[in-house]
């Protein structure tokens, strides 16, 4: 395995730039690159052994859809509250 020295470039994932870029090697941690920083943003990151990240789109739009359908429930037919009584003004 060939070893990896602070400033080589290597490929990466690239959360900014939403693919795999050229990437320099800023910290090491066992013989290994422990953060890299993309050479096309400039911003840095953990390194990611040029995997993408997880979607967590799916889990949140699940979560704000069970929510509206709370909101829909006929139980609670009763938060529609009656209009108050406006404040009178003095004149
Ligand atoms: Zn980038």
Not at 62 to 78: H, M, N, R, T
């Amino acid at each position: 395995m060939p070893e990896v020295r602070l400033g080589d470039v290597i490929d990466d994932y690239c959360v900014k730039c939403k693919r795999i870029m050229n990437h320099s090697v800023v910290s090491l941690l066992n013989n290994g690159p422990a953060k890299v920083r993309c050479r096309t943003c400039y911003s840095d990151h953990d390194y990611r052994h040029e995997q993408a990240p997880p979607p967590k789109v799916d889990t949140r739009k699940a979560a704000l859809f069970s929510e509206v359908l709370a909101k829909v429930q006929p139980d609670s037919a009763s938060a529609a509250a009656p209009a108050k009584a406006k404040t009178k003004r003095k004149k």
